[in-house]
């Protein structure tokens, strides 16, 4: 047993963690993300939220003070599904980086998911609930 590991990150999810380098990137995927086809490593987190799950690697990752360290992605032009989720991530991440967040089209983003180190499939089921997390240094 560990102290001060939130209880929504997993083992497997912790190694990873502890393997990525600086300028990694990790995807924090919504539910409805292709992550099997997106990944070369899935961490499955069924039934846990995109905030929760980002309020706990934020508490072991350092964000990159580099480059942009956060990155959304885009809705699809004309899609008029409501974001709301966007201004709680805004809220979670602004303590660990005054870097405004970064967006990537969809495509875009999936194909930058492909190099990512690993993809984490949450449960969550807002749409465009997807990000990007660059690894910074201690």
């Not at 990944?39 to 690697?57: F, N, P, Q, S, T």
């Not at 495509?107 to 807002?126: I, P, S």
Request: overall charge neutral; glycine content about 8%.
């Amino acid at each position: 047993m560990l102290k001060g590991i939130p209880a929504v990150i997993s083992p497997e999810l912790l190694k990873i963690l502890a393997q990525m380098g600086h300028g990694d990137e990790i995807v924090l995927a919504d539910a409805n993300f292709p992550a099997a086809a997106c990944a070369k490593r899935v961490v499955r987190a069924d039934g846990i939220g995109g905030c929760a799950m980002l309020e706990a690697v934020l508490t072991l990752l350092p964000l990159d003070t580099y480059e942009t360290p956060v990155y959304l992605m885009q809705k699809v032009p004309g899609d008029p599904v409501p974001t709301p989720i966007w201004a709680q991530y805004e809220t979670i991440i602004r303590p660990h980086t005054q870097t405004p967040m970064g967006s990537i089209e969809r495509f875009a983003f999936y194909e930058r998911a492909k190099t990512a180190f690993a993809v984490v499939q949450t449960g969550e089921k807002a749409l465009y609930a997807n990000i990007i997390l660059k690894k910074g240094v201690l």
